[in-house]
């Protein structure tokens, strides 16, 4: 079993992890993430994805999509870690940046066993149209 430091790190390391997946990365790649059984609830209220299958099928949304992540805020406590982030995402034609805040629970093996999104309309802001406002990244453009 790992100290509680080394614990901390692990789960920090991963939420690293997911947002440069979020910003960079496959659907396969963020959905290894996720212990088999896992369920993700984005946003909370909404549909409960549950098992890798589902958890694919939910993040699939993202494929040809240009995106950007940035992280605002960390906590880790015992095996959960709830943080905000900002997501630019470029499709179709617009942009759009969702700031929600996550919470994730993880296994003693590092996977993620549960994630909860919380945000509404309210967190999410039109940019532009374009992919030119994710190139410059959060923040710097709209």
Not at 25 to 48: C, F, I, K, N, R
Request: glycine share 10%; net charge negative; proline share 3%.
């Amino acid at each position: 079993m790992r100290s509680a430091p080394e614990r901390t790190q692990a789960i920090t390391n991963a939420v690293h992890r997911y947002l440069g997946l979020l910003a960079n990365g496959s659907v396969d790649d963020l959905v290894e993430m996720y212990a088999a059984d896992a369920t993700v609830e984005d946003p909370v209220g909404g549909e409960v994805h549950i098992g890798r299958q589902a958890i694919r099928s939910f993040y699939s949304a993202l494929d040809g999509a240009e995106r950007d992540c940035e992280l605002v805020s960390l906590r880790v406590a015992g095996n959960e870690a709830a943080f905000q982030f900002r997501l630019t995402v470029a499709t179709g034609g617009s942009v759009v940046r969702i700031e929600p805040i996550d919470v994730m629970a993880f296994a003693d093996d590092g996977k993620v066993t549960a994630m909860k999104a919380y945000w509404s309309a309210a967190d999410v802001t039109q940019l532009g149209s374009g992919d030119e406002a994710v190139r410059s990244g959060p923040g710097q453009s709209g």
